[in-house]
């Protein structure tokens, strides 16, 4: 193993089985450390694996699901282990596994079951298919070309998660710079993958099988131009994809296939720094295709976007604790409205006039304000109208004229009462609430403000709209007001008091600052103009009370600094006075509103005249000969003890060695 150090060896129970005469594959699948021997190369592990029976159980375990009165070792750990093993990528094992075709039938004879496949075995089997494609890719290609019925296999079982992967691996989607010159790539490229991919987002099909095969073709439209992109690229095929999106079929079946469609229609996302391929137009030819194609179905896509009338109960109505949706969005709704909002911003002629043509922009403007709470849908439908931004002149002119945005947006309810729920527990008579789309009704109004002011065409029409300008001084600005972060102050939006104070610098309770909080709405209530003109006034005395309490505060300061400058003068004056008396000034009392400067200021003045001044009086000739007497014994006790601790010091630690010393 590779910690093996000489002289703290311990034998391996990889090892200590491996130097029997006779043991089995099984006995070493259940050693935990087989997996880390076979990682670091062991010699004699590797050369039994090898061997094409233990191969052959090796890949048994992995693929082939146990019998039910199977032991756990057999359900779960030896199928794990052999996965690891595989997963160690062991040139001698792969060797084995790719010479002899039978062991490769054995592999993929998992497609061969029918679905839903074992969800731990396919995931091992992803695993190891993962493992061989990034090792040798080039044999495992050479024996998918001699099984063309494998690719039905894979598409058959693409309703297996992991099963799919594989298929998106081999495609060359997995990775966001891909691989063009793939032998798999190149492979699949080839075959009718496309075709049947396309035909698993049929009614027919599971429908996880449907958002596994809408994942893959989202995955390739978004990965690098290979060869299989060229194919997606061609009209038969985006017809095809377009048919299969509008067929009449369940809601659901036709959002996984305008997943697709939205793949198609986003630009590419490339790393600048990654130069690994050349880049062309073929995705920009991929996106002018699907634009051609959808535009063309737009009138069955405006259609979708009625709620179906034969659905049941269960699905025509949704209970929730905010009240009774009836009937709810659903996801097929959303994903129309998501495509008609990429149609319209993609600056296509043909896609424009094929969405004008239709009543879709009136129809979403509807659902926004029938759902107030769904967020999704409100961000859609803020996509849609926010066209008017890169758009023509004609379709700015269609958006204010036709449609007429800017009476949409004054007139929008800013409160919304939810119907109730029947089934509720609890009847609660509820308030009005403020609608969720007020925050994208702000953002609409002033990104079209914004772009008013690049464009006279804007510009004019809104300038001529009483109804407009009134809405912009009355609720657009002070709603910006508020809702503008540099204003806030701990996370509120900051009154008059807090602006000025700070929140927490202000000896009043929070609760008792006035601030006009709308507990209802859960907002700060907008100030009128009487009270905005008595908070100026109050500023204004606010600041003459600073300026004068400042004024006030310096003078104080300025007198108290002249009183200790005196005060100090007049001891300095007392104490150079007469120095021959210094010595009865331990009986005076100095006042001064600090006694530790006067103590300071004696010091200071005996150094300087060289008198030595003590509170305690001094003492005798012969008091003072006994204390010199008594310091010295007590200096020559420690200097002793000092001497005795170096010595101990010295014998202990530092042990003494007879060296010669040049006496010089």
């Known amino acids: 193993m ?86 160690c990528e062991v040139e001698g094992i792969y060797n084995t596994l790719l010479e002899y075709e039978t062991i490769l039938d054995a592999l993929f004879g998992l497609l061969n079951n029918e679905r839903p496949l074992n969800t731990i075995l396919a995931g091992y089997f992803s695993r190891v298919m ?23 296999a894979f598409v058959y079982h693409v309703d297996t998660t992991s099963v799919a992967e594989v298929l998106a691996r081999l ?20 075959t009718d993958i496309l075709a049947l991919l396309v035909q698993s987002l049929g009614a027919d099909n599971p429908p996880e099988g449907q958002a596994n095969a809408a994942e893959v073709l989202a995955a390739i439209a978004r990965s690098t131009e290979t060869p299989l992109t060229e194919s997606m690229a061609s009209a038969e095929f985006m017809q095809t994809l377009v048919d299969s999106a509008l067929a009449p079929h369940s809601g659901i079946a036709a959002s996984h296939a305008l997943n697709v469609c939205l793949a198609l229609l986003e630009p590419l996302m490339i790393d600048p720094t990654m130069n690994r391929f050349p880049q062309n137009n073929l995705h920009e030819q991929l996106r002018r295709e699907a634009v051609k194609c959808l535009s063309q179905g737009v009138d069955r ?51 424009e006039q094929a969405v004008m043509k239709t009543n879709a922009i009136k129809k979403a403007m509807d659902m926004f304000l029938q759902y107030p709470f769904n967020n999704a849908l409100h961000g859609g439908v803020t996509m849609l109208l926010t066209a008017f931004e890169e758009g023509s ?6 958006l204010l004229e036709e449609v007429d945005v800017v009476d949409w947006i004054v007139s929008a309810p800013t409160e919304v009462l939810p119907e109730p729920n029947p089934d509720a527990p609890v009847k609660v008579r509820r308030k009005p ?46 709603r910006n007001k508020v809702e503008s972060v540099m204003s806030w102050q701990c996370g509120r939006p900051a009154s008059q008091v807090m602006g000025i104070h700070g929140m927490y610098s202000t000896d009043m ?35 003459e009370w600073s300026a004068t309490m400042s004024k006030d505060i310096t003078a104080t300061e300025t007198d108290e600094q002249a009183n200790d400058d005196i005060s100090a003068a007049k001891v300095l004056s007392s104490v150079s006075n007469d120095v021959s008396s210094m010595e009865d000034m331990q009986d005076d009392e100095v006042l001064l ?22 509170d305690e009086e001094k003492p005798s000739s012969s008091e003072e000969k006994i204390v010199r007497d008594d310091d010295a014994t007590e200096k020559k006790e420690n200097d002793g003890n000092e001497q005795d601790a170096n010595a101990f010091h010295d014998n202990q630690f530092w042990p003494k060695y007879d060296v010669p010393v040049d006496e010089s």
């Open 593 to 614: 509103g600090e006694p530790d400067a006067t103590d300071g200021l004696l010091e200071l003045a005996a150094e300087m005249e060289g008198l030595d001044v003590h």
């Open 301 to 351: 896509l405006v259609g979708m976007m009625d709620p179906p009338a034969d659905e049941s109960k269960a699905l025509s109505e949704l209970k929730t604790t905010y009240g009774l949706i009836k009937p709810p969005v659903g996801q097929l709704r959303l994903k129309i409205v998501d495509l008609l909002a990429s149609l319209f911003r993609s600056r296509d002629p043909l896609a």
């Open 2 to 87: 590779f910690w093996r150090v000489s002289g703290l060896n311990t034998a391996s129970p990889v090892d200590v089985i491996l130097d029997k005469e006779e043991y089995t594959l099984e006995e070493l699948l259940d050693e935990e450390e087989v997996v880390q021997e076979c990682k670091s190369l062991n010699p004699r592990l590797t050369e039994f694996l090898r061997k094409k029976e233990n191969v052959e159980k090796l890949v048994e375990y992995l693929v082939t699901s146990p019998e039910e009165d199977a032991d756990d070792k057999r359900v779960f750990k030896y199928p794990f282990t052999a996965c690891e093993i595989f997963c």
């Open 433 to 478: 609430l403020r609608a969720g789309y007020c925050g994208h009704l702000t953002q609409i109004a002033n990104r079209l403000q914004r772009t008013s002011e690049g464009c006279e065409y804007v510009k004019n029409f809104l300038d001529n709209s009483s109804t407009w300008k009134s809405y912009v001084e009355n609720e657009l600005e002070s």
């Open 171 to 190: 495609a060359g989607a997995d990775e966001p710079v891909g691989y063009s010159e793939s032998p798999s790539v190149l492979w699949l490229a080839e």
């Open 393 to 398: 002149v004609e379709l700015r002119k269609f």
């Open 130 to 152: 993962g493992a061989l494609l990034a090792r040798r890719s080039g044999d495992v290609v050479q024996y998918l070309r001699k099984k063309p019925e494998l690719l039905k």
């Open 509 to 543: 309770p929070f609760s008792s600052i006035e601030c006009d909080f709308d507990s209802d709405h859960n907002r700060f209530a907008s100030p009128t103009l009487e009270e905005e003109e008595e908070d100026e006034e109050d500023d204004e005395n606010l600041a």
